[in-house]
């Protein structure tokens, strides 16, 4: 009596009232709590409070690196570097560079030499005169990301497991450009559309945004995210009837967590950082 639970005991009960994982469907039993948003997404590893999942421990491993590039995308995206941590920077390249190089920035060699001398630079938005160009393979791995949150959100939001049934649509672009204002747009459209029920609004400082809204009638869930001033994401999962009603969308099938990480991971393991020269 009066005394505080410990982390053990607090973990315990969480298991038992949440006893399958909600990144494979329920198809194992959940042995470890999961945060979504991996806390190296935020300074000193300071996520949002109750953003705790209950994962088998595949599924938590297979998300891993995946998480790591994610991590890394966002300080990179950074418009200042006023909140950027040498040491926390880093720890994150090191990370990159054992577990998977390839989602290191390209270093476009010509370009870097341009500007330390000075000379003019073509148009702006070209690929080559770009210092640094992200590699395809980070689609991939935010693809994981986004995917992790939505099968978690959806537990959140609605106790059910994502599962074959569901579709997913997953799109990203750096605040700022473009691509963000498009995607904005889409994802405005998108909560007008679904008659949000339940909306919830997260802020972690400058850190972290996010807004959810679930149509339960349709079992559609619409996620939009924004970590600092850099990087949007903005994503549907739905089940897959639904989702073919939404035009130009791309759509992904559902794969448990454990097998979409473990792909990612293998597909793009041991290839090297590129430096465009
Ligand atoms: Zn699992």
Redesign the pocket.
């Known amino acids: 009596m009066g005394r505080r639970a410990t982390k053990a005991e607090i973990k315990a009960d969480f298991l038992a009232a949440n006893p399958r994982?909600c990144?494979?469907n329920g198809?194992?039993a959940s042995a470890e709590l999961d945060h979504a948003p991996a806390r190296i997404c935020f300074r000193q590893k300071q996520g949002p409070e109750g953003f705790v999942f209950p994962?088998?421990v595949?599924?938590n491993r297979a998300a891993a690196i995946s998480e790591q590039v994610v991590a890394f995308l966002i300080r990179m995206m950074e418009p200042t570097s006023a909140y950027l941590d040498d040491r926390d920077i880093d720890k994150l390249i090191s990370g990159l560079i054992n577990n998977t190089p390839a989602a290191l920035p390209i270093l476009n060699a010509i370009a870097a030499a341009r500007i330390r001398n000075e000379l003019p630079s073509g148009t702006a938005d070209s690929v080559e005169e770009r210092t640094v160009i992200i590699d395809p393979c980070v689609h991939d791995y935010v693809d994981v990301f986004v995917t992790k949150m939505l099968y978690a959100i959806r537990y959140k939001v609605s106790g059910e497991f994502a599962g074959p049934k569901h579709r997913r649509w997953i799109m990203w672009a750096q605040v700022g450009t473009s691509s963000a204002r498009y995607l904005t747009g889409r994802a405005e459209a998108f909560f007008g559309e679904l008659q949000v029920g339940q909306r919830v609004n997260v802020e972690l400082g400058s850190q972290f945004q996010y807004r959810h809204g679930f149509n339960a009638a349709h079992g559609y869930l619409g996620l939009w995210m924004q970590f600092g001033e850099g990087l949007m994401l903005f994503s549907v999962l739905g089940p897959g009837q639904q989702m073919a009603t939404i035009k130009g969308g791309e759509f992904k099938r559902y794969l448990?967590?454990?097998e979409l990480g473990l792909r990612v991971n293998k597909r793009h393991q041991g290839r090297p950082w590129k430096i465009v020269a």
């Open positions: 994982c990144f494979c198809e194992r994962s088998c595949q599924c448990p967590m454990r």
